[in-house]
């Protein structure tokens, strides 16, 4: 059987700023996407990246009274700095201030352009300078702009348009007969809704006159292009479009993990972009909701809450990917507290999960010099654990199949404390203190190592660093991927029966909320 491909994205981020808890959720989100599939055996490719053009980027690099080429180098240094710090595994990092980027977006204006769907028109509408766009009368509050509560100007200027009305119909049509192209559902919905209405043309250039720091339009040197004709084709250009290997090979199964303020660009430009250029429309979008981080901005241990490397540096890595993943549900919205993230660090990870590991070595050291014990060299079919993993293991495969990382955790740690109820009921230590229970007991301990050893693979797409740090602590040889496919994670009795087992290090040390360092 070939093995099948599956291509994610982040979008590029705009460096006007540095990067921030929404430009790490979606980077996470894709990276956790990713590392499950090369572990349900697909052949992946991840792409993230920085967006550089726009006046707003020179408004900033003025203000810090650098060239736009300085100020561009050097935020989008701090994202591909930070994206190691959070063990995003990107294959590629692509700049749209790249040559090879800037030679795509000439050729699909090219195209796009001779096929007569892009034209020339003066246009006369109010433009709110915040924004860089025109906006439309109803669209305003009060006749003022909603997101800066200014009057927009009236201003008069030639452009060149997208034509985007004669393709809607075909849109409507595709995304009715792709479920799941627009996923969550709600999306879907809100993107038909958009839809119902007639589409205005796109404007895509500015006048070399307002602005010169962008992609010169091939067909009038007076204009580049703007936004979306110049971001969007990031996705393409990076897989090497037009006869790129990875292009032909991976572009089919593209999926764009976007939050939801970006959906209409990408829900209707970006097809209809591709259509009007004759090229294959992507697989499908992934949407997800915004952070709210209201009333608890700035944090008296960490600072700034917002800023992944503050969080990341006092909580840890694994932490901070936990909490994102297992408190959004994909699609929602979620609040981001420190208070929440510490209490999940205090329960989920060092009590259920940290003593659940330590328990079961340090009883298998003192009860067995820390031996593993055979679980298949036993006969007490009644303790096993084996068909309890085989459920968790599919479910937590249909989650993370349908993009429902929060139920794909909650599956593992419904898992856990099956686990720890099973050391209640059975008592290992009250069976140590029988001689004739000592096969019973080494199938209660072989059992509990069989299911950490399970937990260890499953968690390895949210927290790649604690499933190798368990996997080596019970002496399972890492394949080089760093992972064990999930096919074979089921099987029970994998373990090397008497390999020694040493005490664990603490995977996760309480965080102590009355004595925060420096307090
Ligand atoms: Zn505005």
């Not at 100020?71 to 701090?78: E, P, T």
């Not at 595994?89 to 749209?96: A, K």
């Not at 997208?162 to 627009?182: A, C, E, N, R, V």
């Amino acid at each position: 059987m070939e093995t099948p491909t599956q291509f994610f994205s982040t979008p590029i981020y705009y460096v006007n700023a540095k990067p921030h808890l929404g430009h790490a959720y979606t980077t996470i989100a894709a990276d956790v996407a990713t590392r499950f599939k090369q572990m349900d055996g697909y052949d992946t490719y991840f792409l993230t990246g920085t967006d550089e053009h726009g006046d707003k980027i020179v408004q900033a690099a003025d203000k810090e009274q650098q060239s736009p080429r300085e100020y561009v180098d050097k935020i989008s240094r701090l994202f591909q700095d930070l994206w190691p710090k959070l063990n995003i595994g990107n294959n590629q990092f692509i700049r749209t201030t790249h040559p090879d980027h800037i030679r795509v977006v000439e050729m699909l204006l090219t195209r796009i352009h001779d096929r007569g769907d892009i034209y020339f028109s003066s246009y006369e509408g109010l433009y709110c300078f915040g924004c860089e766009r025109f906006y439309q009368e109803r669209e305003l509050v009060d006749g003022k702009c909603p997101d800066h509560g200014v009057a927009p100007s009236a201003i008069k200027e030639s452009n060149y348009f997208f034509k985007m009305s004669q393709y809607q119909d075909w849109l409507i049509d595709h995304i009715k007969t792709h479920p799941g192209f627009i996923h969550p559902k709600q999306y879907e919905t809100e993107i038909l809704s958009f839809l119902k209405e007639p589409l205005e043309d796109l404007c895509i250039s500015r006048p070399k006159s307002r602005l010169t720091w962008g992609i010169t339009l091939p067909f009038d040197e007076n204009f580049v292009t703007y936004v979306w004709f110049d971001a969007l084709t990031n996705y393409i250009s990076a897989l090497g479009y037009p006869d790129g290997p990875l292009f032909t090979k991976f572009w089919p199964s593209a999926r764009h993990f976007v939050a939801k303020d970006i959906i209409k660009p990408h829900g209707i430009y970006w097809p209809i972009m591709l259509k009007a250029a004759g090229i294959d429309i992507y697989n499908g979008l992934n949407v997800h909701g915004f952070w709210n981080v209201s009333g608890s901005k700035m944090s008296k241990s960490i600072g700034n809450v917002t800023d992944p490397v503050a969080v990341t540096d006092r909580y840890g890595v694994d932490a901070f990917r936990y909490f994102l993943m297992r408190e959004m549900v994909f699609g929602l919205d979620a609040n981001f507290t420190e208070d929440v993230l510490v209490s999940r660090i205090n329960s989920d990870l060092a009590n259920d999960l940290g003593n659940l590991f330590s328990r079961v070595l340090s009883m298998n050291l003192k009860y067995f010099k820390g031996r593993v014990p055979d679980p298949n060299g036993t006969d007490f079919a009644d303790l096993s654990l084996e068909t309890d993993a085989q459920m968790v293991i599919q479910h937590f495969k249909d989650a993370m199949t349908a993009y429902e990382f929060h139920k794909g955790v909650e599956a593992i740690w419904g898992f856990i404390s099956r686990m720890n109820k099973y050391i209640d009921t059975h008592e290992p230590w009250r069976l140590a203190k029988e001689p004739d229970e000592r096969l019973r007991l080494e199938a209660v301990i072989g059992n509990l190592l069989e299911g950490l050893r399970t937990v260890a693979c499953l968690i390895y797409p949210v927290m790649p660093e604690t499933s190798t740090k368990m996997l080596r602590g019970l002496c399972m040889v890492l394949p080089e991927t760093g992972f064990f496919p999930l096919e074979k994670i089921g099987k029970w009795g994998q373990m090397s029966a008497g390999a020694c087992l040493e005490k664990p290090d603490s995977l996760f040390p309480r965080v102590d909320v009355l004595k925060k360092p420096g307090h």
